[in-house]
């Protein structure tokens, strides 16, 4: 189940990039500008994603139970799929990931097992189903989900301009308390009654909370935080580096953390060749001795 869960949670932590690494003043004082000029700019750098996509990735996977690190080779086409191979350490093929707009391939090759499911299929199987389109803007380095018709809230944070979506105060600092890293500085957390009362409150509006950290220069997204408050389930994406513009600014270091209740996912990617061009193979054969997964 540990190996199946590995490849079902793969292409939710693909990034692209090759280049120079970018650095970040944090004792800078930045300007104070709305939270309509932040959103203006950043929507400026938001760029039209490439509709092929290959890359390498070294991965160190970080799990409840287990630690593990391993090697990928990353393929996407825009709107179409996302393809990766899994190779462990010693070069030889572990499993084989396949997802597409409404479907998800998974071959085990160690237990010569397979899935292939639909969308429903896929959450009664493995309890979460990845979206290719999210998947394929977070190759791109994206602000995934901001919206230029959504109205936000600025601050500044260690030398970042922070937008917020502008649910009520108590929401966001919910948000920050359950967070497993509470960014808010000077910031009290709720107590346990009014942060449950608070909590319950969410559910009844549906109420998710998104953060956007962007450069103060260049205005290119670093982290993207979205935290549901229904469920307490918190995604702490960070583009640690990227690229110069031989590169298009892609990134090429990304971290990426899941949490629930009792359970925290982490993993960390590191970028070592990119290639734009098209087409791409994308093969995905099961072979006849496979068994359905139990």
Request: with cysteine; hydrophobic share 40%; charged share 30%.
């Amino acid at each position: 189940m540990r190996r199946h869960a590995l490849a079902l949670l793969l292409p939710a932590m693909v990034a692209s990039a090759c280049g120079s690494r970018r650095t970040v003043s944090v004792d800078r004082e930045l300007p104070q500008r709305s939270a309509e000029k932040v959103l203006e700019r950043a929507m400026a750098m938001q760029t039209m994603p490439s509709r092929y996509y290959s890359a390498k990735a070294d991965v160190e996977l970080s799990m409840p139970d287990e630690q593990r690190s391993f090697k990928a080779h990353l393929r996407s086409v825009k709107d179409s799929a996302v393809w990766a191979s899994v190779v462990p350490l010693l070069g030889i093929e572990a499993a084989r990931v396949l997802l597409t707009p409404d479907s998800l391939k998974i071959m085990d090759r160690i237990n010569d097992q397979y899935f292939v499911g639909d969308t429903g299929a896929t959450r009664k199987r493995f309890g979460l189903v990845p979206e290719l389109a999210l998947l394929q803007r977070a190759l791109n380095g994206e602000a995934i989900a901001l919206d230029s018709a959504e109205r936000y809230r600025v601050d500044r944070e260690d030398g970042l301009y922070v937008l917020t979506s502008r649910e009520k105060r108590r929401f966001i600092r919910a948000a920050e308390d359950i967070s497993p890293s509470d960014t808010l500085t000077r910031d009290r957390d709720m107590r346990e009654r009014r942060l449950e009362r608070t909590l319950r409150k969410a559910e009844e509006k549906e109420a998710i909370v998104h953060r956007y950290h962007f450069e103060p220069d260049s205005f290119r997204v670093a982290r993207v935080q979205v935290v549901n408050l229904m469920n307490d389930k918190t995604a702490d994406l960070r583009y640690e580096e990227r690229g110069g513009p031989e590169a298009q600014h892609l990134p090429t270091r990304i971290r990426i953390t899941l949490s629930e209740p009792g359970r925290v996912v982490s993993a960390l990617l590191i970028i070592t060749r990119i290639d734009l061009e098209g087409p791409v193979q994308m093969s995905f054969r099961i072979p006849e001795k496979y068994e359905p997964m139990p």
